[in-house]
T-cell receptor, first 113, second 114 residues
Framework: GDSVTQTEGQVTVSESKSLIINCTYSATSIGYPNLFWYVRYPGEGLQLLLKVITAGQKGSSRGFEATYNKEATSFHLQKASVQESDSAVYYCALTGGNNKLTFGQGTVLSVIP | DMKVTQMPRYLIKRMGENVLLECGQDMSHETMYWYRQDPGLGLQLIYISYDVDSNSEGDIPKGYRVSRKKREHFSLILDSAKTNQTSVYFC?????????????FGKGTRLTVV
């Protein structure tokens, strides 16, 4: 079946520094997957941060970017300069041929002021 | 205001008791979901509902059942709760079950079974 791997359970970064959260995936359906980053701020539900449905394309939102790399089966999340308000849990996810979301385990980002 | 609302937010139950988790959405979405999340694991799909009285098992349905009698409302029921059902439960909805449709989530219910 489909799977998503986020290797870091927790990441701590100082404010204004750069960030990368790693995500790799495995998808079994031809022509897929669609790739997503969701974010959960403290006390809130998950919300869509960005999505990319075409290999080779980049998605961006709120200063975050992620590129759909089909060759490396990766969809890493990057930001050039993080802020304390970016502290949250970030989830990489995909939908494959069954149209159901498969999530990674999440990465807790703590930004130190 | 597009919203998925879960009640209650926190719940403590004894082993063997019945548990009802409620979820509502105000977007007239066809598709609704129940997930659970445990430490170190991603969200796992329990049940999916395609519309009223049209429900399907997800990846981990054992020990759970669902009810959807109105499009805007989706309930998760645990008959005789077990300690291994202690978890955070998320309800979600989407306009349809298409692969690139945004899914909207509630804030979660933290259930503790003692």
């Amino acid at each position: 079946g489909d799977s998503v791997t986020q290797t870091e359970g927790q990441v701590t970064v100082s404010e204004s520094k750069s960030l990368i959260i790693n995500c790799t995936y495995s998808a079994t359906s031809i022509g897929y997957p669609n790739l997503f980053w969701y974010v959960r701020y403290p006390g809130e539900g998950l919300q869509l941060l960005l999505k990319v449905i075409t290999a080779g394309q980049k998605g961006s939102s709120r200063g975050f970017e992620a590129t759909y790399n089909k060759e490396a089966t990766s969809f890493h999340l990057q930001k050039a300069s993080v802020q304390e308000s970016d502290s949250a849990v970030y989830y990489c996810a995909l939908t494959g041929g069954n149209n159901k979301l498969t999530f990674g385990q999440g990465t807790v980002l703590s930004v130190i002021p | 205001d597009m919203k998925v609302t879960q009640m209650p937010r926190y719940l403590i139950k004894r082993m063997g008791e019945n548990v009802l988790l409620e979820c509502g959405q105000d977007m007239s979405h066809e598709t609704m979901y129940w997930y659970r999340q445990d430490p170190g694991l991603g969200l796992q799909l329990i049940y999916i509902s395609y519309d009223v009285d049209s429900n399907s098992e997800g990846d981990i349905p054992k020990g759970y059942r669902v009810s959807r009698k109105k499009r805007e409302h989706f309930s998760l029921i645990l008959d005789s709760a077990k300690t291994n059902q202690t978890s955070v439960y998320f309800c979600a909805s989407s306009l349809s079950l298409t692969g690139n449709t945004e899914v909207f989530f509630g804030k979660g219910t933290r259930l503790t079974v003692v």
